[in-house]
């Protein structure tokens, strides 16, 4: 008998460890980012490789506002763990837990992911911030409906 009929099968396991990584994450102070994508700038269409190209300047830009020369000299960055999908319609956006370094002001730190989004060349317009997150929303950022969901290791980082 196949490997795979006798239970979920790889992709399932690899799925229930992720969550079980994300369950293990405190989440205190951080927040849900969902970030959408230009698909096409000027005959260049947007692939996985240019939208994790994408957030890396995004996240540079970010990192930069909050902690300035410390990002820069020291390598201080936000926590984050960054998930690429591609919606039924086949559009790739991005779900992200980011870690708030401003608690007290939430709407502040919103702002400013939206302001450093808009600056990066596939960033869209449109983006959504949820500024209390609980473990539903790490379950739903990692239900994986397509083989092309997953986490963008690259962007990753979590201390």
Sequence with gaps: MHACALGKGVFGQLKDAVQG????????????????????IGGVHLDEIRASQNLRHFLNRLNSSVYGKRFKRFGQKLNVVPVLERSSTHRLHYHLILQNPYPETPALFTKLIETEWAKTRFGYVQSHVDEQIDH?????ITKFKTASDGIDWENHHWN
């Design 21 to 40: 990584y994300f369950h293990a994450l405190s989440l205190e102070n951080c927040i849900g980012v969902s970030l959408t994508l230009k698909q096409s």
């Design 136 to 140: 539903g929303w790490t379950d739903y």
